[in-house]
């Protein structure tokens, strides 16, 4: 059957994406209208092509007025350990909660959405395909023959690709070219980063959401939810780090020359802090969190030396107080234990030297006073904190970081569902999950 003309009607008209942000401590669905799209293509990416035949990584001008988010529902989030699901049915029903609270203000019915994901399971790999050119020009075919050939690795059977990121072509030895197509050639080269997860926890992520009555149209890996509403194309061109700081895990995505190429996930996050807290100053978690998010400080040179707070007991009742500085005393080497990991992690693969636009902290724990100052002494990059932009709407998400991830994944989203062929350079490849069609997201997300 021909959907021509349904596909040029979805390009006119506005229309709706959700994302759904699982993350440790919260779970966020956000639904989205996208409209006045009107393209941008990166670097001058395929401008001479016609609409319908434009590779998906095109970027389209979604931001500002193209994209407005009408309804945010968050809930706790119950039954996830860093970043792992350790209960379903604790997951379904803060799933549930989320979605619902995003139903009611939006005033509409989710059936579908992108879902991310992150974990300790999360890895990152390098390849390389090459194919024979047969044709005089190189065409779309060709690009997508060879993409898939970069992507035929050998993983374990217990793993799944998430993404298959391409990061530039080579065309009979000559490298650095981003649009082959148009080109004579006979060789045609690309280089790949591919982004692999534990089968096991996609498939309990995305079981969850089908128990909540919820398809999956899409996977993605929170730093590149978060990299599309904090990072600017300027700083993925010219190299950048996002680090978001969550609260079961914090995840590393490098940028270089427009691409990801390099990520890691570990497992130290906003949750080690407020425990630290709870022990140290023997006091309930839900009051330890409290007095992170109020008082919190990583470093003590920040602070006044007779500064003081006041902090709950046990029992919830009684209140005493004590020197600011015991609280920073608790957090800072927490701080400097997860900054020195990501030093060491930089530092190992070679990577200062492609980061010149410096480092982006965004997440909830990267709010925490101080944090910006000590990743720049310990990176020796500078550092600045990374609040979605890119969107109208939400006031309520603006200027926090822990929202990053959320707003990131609805202009994922948006992007996402433009219906068009072709592969996308952050894209979901290979899996169940896969976005199963532009006429799918016109017809399945919403009833």
Not at 25 to 32: F, K, S
Not at 327 to 334: A, M, N, S, V
Not at 386 to 413: H, N, Q, R, V
Request: overall charge negative; hydrophobic content about 40%; glycine content about 12%.
């Amino acid at each position: 059957m021909y959907f021509g003309f349904v596909k040029e009607t979805a390009l006119k008209k506005d229309h709706l994406v959700v994302g759904l942000d699982i993350g440790t401590t919260r779970i966020c669905a956000v639904v989205a209208e996208v409209s006045s799209m009107q393209k941008q293509g990166k670097r001058g990416f395929f401008t001479k092509f016609k609409k319908a035949d434009v590779l998906q990584d095109d970027h389209y001008n979604v931001h500002g007025s193209g994209i407005n988010i009408i309804g945010v529902g968050s809930a706790p989030s119950r039954g996830i350990k860093k970043g792992v699901i350790t209960n379903i049915e604790s997951t379904v029903d803060s799933i549930v909660e989320a979605v619902q609270e995003a139903e009611t203000a939006a005033g509409v019915d989710i059936k579908a959405v992108h879902i991310t994901i992150t974990g300790a399971h999360i890895g990152c790999l390098s390849s390389h395909g090459v194919i024979a050119v047969k044709e005089k020009e190189i065409g779309h075919r060709e690009v997508d023959h060879v993409i898939e050939a970069a992507r035929a690795v050998a993983i374990p059977f217990d793993r799944e690709i998430l993404h298959v990121v391409p990061s530039g072509f080579i065309v009979d030895g000559q490298s650095g070219i981003t649009d082959p197509r148009g080109m004579a050639g006979v060789r045609l080269e690309t280089n790949v980063k591919i982004i692999t997860g534990a089968t096991a926890s996609v498939q309990n992520l995305m079981r969850s959401c089908e128990k909540a009555g919820l398809d999956v149209t899409g996977v993605v890996f929170q730093p590149i939810a978060s990299a599309a509403a904090v990072l600017t194309q300027d700083e993925k061109d010219l190299g950048v780090a996002v680090i978001d700081i969550g609260g079961g895990t914090t995840d590393m995505a490098l940028y270089y020359d427009g691409s990801i190429c390099h990520s890691a996930v570990f497992a130290v996050g906003g949750n080690n802090f407020t425990n630290d807290v709870a022990v140290g100053l023997r006091t309930p978690a839900q009051e330890a969190e409290r007095i992170k998010k109020k008082h919190g400080c990583v470093m003590i040179s920040c602070i006044k030396s007779d500064e003081e707070i006041e902090i709950g007991s046990a029992d919830g009742k009684l209140f005493r107080s004590i020197p600011r500085r015991h609280l920073i005393e608790i957090l800072q080497p927490r701080a400097e234990e997860l900054f020195g990991l990501l030093k060491d992690e930089i530092t190992a693969g070679g990577f200062q030297k492609v980061i010149n636009s410096g480092v982006v902290l965004t997440g909830g724990a990267a709010a925490m006073e101080g944090m910006a100052a000590m990743a720049e002494n310990i990176l020796e990059l500078p550092v600045r904190i990374g609040t979605p932009t890119g969107f109208e709407g939400a006031d309520e998400m603006k200027g926090d970081p822990s929202f990053a991830a959320a707003a990131g994944l609805a202009i994922y989203c948006a992007e996402e569902s433009m219906p068009l062929t072709g592969f996308n350079s952050s894209g979901i490849v290979g899996m169940k999950a896969k976005v199963k069609g532009w006429y799918e997201e016109a017809f399945k997300i919403f009833s």
